[in-house]
């Protein structure tokens, strides 16, 4: 199966919204594919992003990443952050909300040969020069 994380990470942040609360994710850093400003990142990699809907633009939830553009120093920067590397999500105002167990990155499924109605072909494919 798929991760939940995305799903719950839309979930917690709808639900934050809702309550008139902000939402903030802690996202770690030194995962591939995070793009942040380094001159924000604490000591530990770690950075909290604000996602209200008063602090970004262009927010995008999907089941891969979240993205958006966000001012930082008055810059406008655009920011992506894959669901694994996020490692919580909470409301500024109480503090409640998630933290998330480390996800390990399952291995692609090995190719399966394509088969015809289930029945294997016994035929070798075959290569041949196009002038």
């Given amino acids: ?22 939402p903030y994710i802690l996202v770690d850093t030194h995962l591939p594919g995070v793009l942040v ?7 530990d990699g770690q950075i909290v992003l604000n996602i209200s809907e008063s602090a970004v633009v262009g927010l ?23 669901v694994g590397a996020v490692v919580g999500i909470y409301a500024r105002e109480n503090g409640q ?15 399966t040969p394509p088969t ?5 072909s016994s035929k070798k494919p075959a290569l041949r020069v196009v002038k």
Avoid at 37 to 43: A, K
Avoid at 65 to 81: H, K, L, S
């Fill in 97 to 111: 909300g998630m933290v998330f167990e480390a996800e390990e990155t399952p291995e692609p499924p090995e190719p």
């Fill in 37 to 43: 400003p380094q001159q924000h990142v604490n000591e």
């Fill in 1 to 22: 199966m798929t991760s939940n994380r995305p799903y719950i990470l839309r979930a917690f942040y709808e639900w934050i919204t809702d309550n008139r609360c902000t």
């Fill in 60 to 82: 995008n939830m999907d089941n891969y990443a979240i993205r958006f553009n966000a001012r930082f120093g008055g810059v406008p920067t655009d920011i992506q952050v894959p």
């Fill in 116 to 120: 015809s109605l289930g029945k294997k």
